[in-house]
């Protein structure tokens, strides 16, 4: 049973695979020109439709502000964002809905719009769409790179990439984001989230998804990491906020990189393991607490209370070098261990 | 071993989430006084992590799929050092899908995600539940209150949960928004202040408050907006909360000086809270979405 059902899993992995190679393959190829700038407050996409040669597709393009918010819902499909150097904002939807442009804001100075909706539309030979919600098979994006991307939906997954800001809030589906410069939220629902080379705050969150993480770190001073998963593992790599809070409740944690300073540092699951790489001149105060499993460190930890006597819970604070941080570990049914990379 | 040890049948279950509540708590509770048991898990729970690398192994041994990255990753790459990462991501984040309890899962998600969807989809609604929001206890550090301009539509990309029902306002695509209210519960007493007049100890009675508050709303919602294998990691994770939560308690009535009992009782009550509000919160994304 496990392995046929993996050998369709991965055909499934595959299909999605495809789906976005095509996508690749097929959309970048046509671009529309930029559409004349849009005056009135309340603006529609100046351009039709262009058509595609792959079913139902959609095309439109507008000239934006290069602070532009873009608000979209997508109930299904494959969402692909990319930030490029041009002020306008250009939506391919291939397989899936037609969608209009609503400008709901413009820059008082340039009056190109400043905040823009993707809204679904119905067709005339098709029944009136349900949602504002686009559903696509594939859903392309290209907008300015100093944008702020909100999407919300069912069944997406979706990549967002060299952006300023992204926000994700989908009930399934994976979510890649990269090259974000100031701030990432997303709540991933059933998917997992990955998140590469990206500054600014960072709120990830998913129910059973698993969370990976790799180089990411503050754009102000005093913005915080935040990943929590109900049941997924969560992985962490190169992350340099100094205020870093990871929390699972029935998955494992680890991190590898440096504590930083004066940073704060905690790491928390009921039911997995913590494991933490860290270099051997960390500086830091650590408090832990575990209840079955041990406690080991392959970095000398001065012990400053102990209670590992009966009781459910083991406690120990201790101290890493000066002590110039602070880690807080806590543990129900699990270990922690703290290597040497 | 005591008489009622666990056999590793039932652990792995566990693990994956295929035991019924009852039964998932009935394992958490033995293993909490088990450490035979104990250790069985751990190591299972190992081995579940070991997959992973298993599994990555195994995701390039396709030749397909790697064909399929390298272009893939060719037409959203800058630098090409990076293709590791998300090879490596990829088969992280899609190792929920593998697990034998999702393969199980799935057909069920098949037939009662769609009637679920349906369901939902007619005119379902459920404002109580609607209103209930990220809910933060603020236990012993209270944070800044986050600063957010609701004129701008810069917040709508927001950095912080706090701000989360400004967010979803602006966020939501239909003129009529429903106005989400935020639980907050402040003013938690300090640890150290001795309290045992109502039974509670001190800083416990809100967490215990909100937490009956949003389980009236969950229990009602949870069949409606879970898929079958989110529910079943739902009360695997509840089951799992209850315990620490159950036992903690024991040990701090047992020793109120137990700092230790505590703080991993009241971020037990912190997960309850927010495993709860993750149901209220899809629903309120649900809602939305139509
Ligand atoms: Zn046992």
Redesign the pocket.
């Given at each position: 049973m496990t392995g046929s059902g993996r050998k369709l899993e991965y055909g499934f992995v595959l299909a999605v695979m495809a789906l976005a190679l095509s996508l690749s393959a097929t959309g970048q190829t046509v671009v529309a020109p930029p559409a004349a700038p849009a005056t009135r407050s309340i603006a529609k996409a100046e351009i039709p439709p262009v058509p595609s040669m792959f079913g139902e597709s959609t095309e439109r393009s507008i000239k934006v502000d290069p602070s532009i918010n873009l608000s979209l819902c997508v109930s299904e499909g494959t969402l692909k964002v990319n930030g490029w150097t041009r002020n306008e904002l250009r939506v391919f939807v291939q397989d899936g809905s037609n969608f209009e442009f609503k400008t709901q804001q413009t820059s008082p100075k340039t009056g190109d719009p400043v905040w823009v909706m993707v809204t679904a539309v119905s067709d005339r030979n098709k029944v009136v769409p349900r949602s504002e919600c686009i559903r696509g098979g594939d859903i392309e994006i290209d907008i300015p790179v100093n944008a702020a991307v909100n999407v919300k939906g069912q069944d997406v997954t979706s990549t967002i990439d060299g952006v300023r800001k992204a926000s994700v809030k989908i009930i399934g589906g994976n979510t890649f984001i990269r090259n974000v410069t100031d701030g990432v939220t997303v709540s991933g629902g059933q998917g997992g989230i990955a998140v590469e080379s990206s500054s600014g705050a960072m709120s990830l969150d998913s129910t059973t998804g698993n969370i990976v993480v790799f180089e990411a770190g503050p754009s102000d001073i005093g913005d915080i990491f935040r990943a929590k998963t109900n049941g997924g593992a969560i992985s962490l790599e190169k992350i340099t906020h100094r205020q870093i809070e990871v929390n699972s409740i029935s998955g494992s944690v680890s991190y590898s990189g440096s504590l930083l300073n004066g940073g704060s540092y905690s790491f928390g699951t009921s039911n997995g393991s913590i494991r933490l790489t860290l270099p051997t001149d960390t500086s830091s105060t650590v408090s832990a607490s575990y209840g079955f499993g041990a406690f080991r460190s392959e970095i000398p930890i001065t012990t400053i209370t102990e209670n590992i006597s009966e009781g459910p819970v083991k406690s120990t604070v201790g101290r890493i070098g000066g002590g110039d941080s602070t880690l807080r570990l806590t543990t129900n049914n699990g270990s922690i261990s703290i290597r040497k990379p | 071993?005591?008489q009622?040890?666990?056999d590793i049948g039932i652990i792995q279950a566990f693990l994956d989430g295929e035991l019924a509540h009852t039964e998932s708590a009935r394992v958490s509770g033995?293993?909490a006084t088990?450490d035979?048991?104990a250790l069985m898990l751990a190591d299972a729970e190992d081995e579940s992590a070991l997959v992973f690398p298993a599994l990555e192994r195994e995701f390039a041994s396709l030749v397909p799929t790697q064909r399929l990255w390298s272009k893939i990753n060719a037409s959203i790459e800058t630098e090409k050092q990076s293709a590791p990462f998300w090879q490596r991501a990829w088969a992280f984040i899609t190792l929920n899908l593998t697990t034998p309890s999702f393969v199980a899962a799935a057909g069920m998600i098949v037939v009662f995600g769609i009637a679920a969807l349906l369901i939902i989809d007619r005119g379902y609604k459920s404002p109580q539940v609607a209103g209930v929001r990220p809910v933060q206890v603020s236990a012993p550090q209270p944070a800044a209150p986050p600063v957010a301009s609701a004129s701008s539509p810069d917040t709508v990309v927001s950095n912080i949960p706090e701000t989360r029902p400004i967010m979803a306002e602006q966020i939501s695509l239909r003129s009529a928004v429903r106005r989400p209210r935020t639980t907050t519960v402040t003013g938690t007493p300090a640890f150290a202040s001795p309290d045992v007049s109502n039974g509670y100890f001190p800083g416990e009675e809100s967490y215990v408050k909100t937490i009956a508050s949003l389980s009236r709303s969950v229990e009602s919602a949870k069949d409606a907006v879970m898929r079958p294998g989110e529910r079943v990691a739902y009360e695997r994770d509840m089951a799992v909360v209850d315990d620490a939560i159950a036992k903690m308690r024991t040990e701090v009535k047992r020793n109120p000086r137990n700092e230790s009992a505590k703080q991993v009782l009241y971020s037990s009550y912190q997960n309850k809270i927010d495993l709860l509000n993750s149901v209220s919160q899809k629903e309120e994304l649900v809602a939305s979405l139509k």
């Open positions: - | 071993m005591k009622d040890c666990l033995h293993v088990c035979a048991c």
